[in-house]
């Protein structure tokens, strides 16, 4: 992955040292904000990842990233309920399960209504 160089880990650990860097030299973020903008940070950059090793691991690493920002947010004072939060947990994995995961699947049946088979053929077509 050349965007992030070799190894996400490594970023990741910086940014965790930066944070808690500013926090020891007077940011006022207390242990569970900082814990939950740390953890969003490596739902951010585990999407990152997900999008340019693992394609297949990049929708539920959005649907996780959401999870975290969320967390992120009710640590700094988002006063949502946990319906509200169920809520848009839901919406985000309907929408990840609409334009992310809809597209890429086929129907069991033909137009017409006959059934494909779930067989895929070995060799070349028409064999």
């Known amino acids: 992955m050349k965007i992030l160089g070799r190894d996400p880990a490594t970023i990741l650990a910086f940014v965790s040292a930066g944070i808690q860097m500013l926090v020891a030299f ?3 973020w207390d242990n569970d904000q900082t814990a939950a903008v740390n953890a969003a940070v490596a739902a951010l950059l585990g ?15 959005i649907v996780g990233f959401t999870q975290a920002i969320l967390t992120c947010g009710l ?13 848009v947990m839901a ?16 129907a069991v049946v033909t137009a ?9 053929p070995i060799g070349p077509p028409g064999t």
């Open 47 to 61: 999407v990152v990842t997900a999008f340019f090793v693992a394609r297949d691991q990049f929708l539920p690493a």
């Open 26 to 28: 007077g940011l006022d």
């Open 112 to 120: 017409d209504g006959a059934r494909v088979s779930k067989v895929t």
């Open 91 to 106: 919406f985000v994995a309907a929408a990840v399960g609409l334009f992310g995961v809809r597209p890429q699947v086929d």
């Open 75 to 87: 640590a700094f004072g988002l006063n949502w309920s946990a319906d509200q939060v169920a809520m």
